[in-house]
């Protein structure tokens, strides 16, 4: 675990990423997509993130191997959300296990604090009790703030979307912060 390297993402580490996601959507029920998306389509939505100015981050081997990733984007388009992040983190598959998804995380979650945010929310399909993602998302403070039974079919099964959120910077017990990211973003716009 000590070997790996915590960086933001480049579009040269878009196929690997694409890769990864293939395979959660198409063997798991984090993604509520049925059919993985193209090398263009991820680009698409990197770009977008990026150009939004949100983190994006990948973990790398000594090899420079790209063995998982995590961003954070926009929780709902309209202004009053501004505060609020929604978290995706993806691990391949040979790499889960080894505390991957713990330290993308923890990086997202101090690059989304330093930016000024005042949520993070995970919305995690198939969010069952012992679901690695809602235990990672629980070791990191995430306290559960709803569920949605049976919104996901999927892999002939229906499916439970968890939330979860966590408190950055005073939370909802502060006003905004007119030096945060998300205000001086409104103020241009």
Request: charged share 25%; glycine share 10%; net charge negative.
């Given at each position: 675990?000590?070997?790996?390297?915590?960086?933001?993402?480049?579009?040269?580490?878009?196929?690997?990423?694409?890769e990864?996601?293939?395979?959660?959507?198409?063997?798991?029920t984090?993604?509520?997509?049925?059919?993985?998306?193209?090398?263009?389509?991820m680009?698409?939505?990197?770009?977008?993130?990026?150009?939004g100015?949100?983190?994006?981050?990948?973990?790398?081997?000594s090899?420079e191997?790209?063995?998982?990733?995590?961003?954070a984007g926009?929780f709902?388009?309209?202004?009053?959300?501004?505060?609020?992040v929604?978290?995706?983190?993806?691990v391949?598959?040979?790499?889960?296990?080894?505390?991957?998804?713990k330290q993308?995380?923890?990086?997202?979650?101090?690059?989304?604090r330093?930016?000024?945010f005042?949520?993070?929310?995970?919305?995690?399909?198939?969010?069952?009790?012992?679901?690695p993602?809602?235990?990672?998302?629980?070791?990191?403070g995430?306290?559960?703030?709803?569920?949605?039974?049976?919104?996901?079919y999927?892999?002939?099964?229906?499916l439970?979307?968890?939330?979860?959120?966590?408190?950055?910077?005073?939370?909802?017990?502060?006003?905004?912060?007119?030096?945060s990211w998300p205000?001086q973003?409104?103020?241009?716009?």
């Amino acid at each position: 675990m000590s070997n790996i390297i915590i960086r933001n993402a480049e579009p040269s580490d878009l196929d690997r990423i694409t890769e990864i996601y293939a395979d959660a959507v198409n063997k798991g029920t984090a993604s509520y997509e049925l059919a993985p998306p193209n090398r263009e389509e991820m680009g698409a939505r990197y770009q977008a993130l990026r150009d939004g100015g949100f983190p994006y981050l990948v973990a790398i081997d000594s090899d420079e191997t790209v063995l998982g990733y995590a961003y954070a984007g926009a929780f709902r388009p309209r202004q009053a959300y501004r505060f609020i992040v929604e978290d995706s983190v993806y691990v391949a598959p040979e790499a889960k296990g080894r505390g991957i998804g713990k330290q993308l995380m923890e990086h997202l979650i101090e690059a989304t604090r330093r930016l000024g945010f005042r949520q993070i929310v995970a919305v995690i399909g198939d969010g069952h009790s012992e679901s690695p993602s809602v235990k990672l998302h629980e070791r990191l403070g995430f306290r559960h703030s709803g569920r949605l039974v049976g919104s996901g079919y999927k892999h002939e099964r229906w499916l439970d979307t968890v939330f979860m959120q966590l408190e950055l910077n005073g939370g909802a017990s502060l006003p905004p912060d007119p030096a945060s990211w998300p205000e001086q973003k409104f103020r241009q716009g």
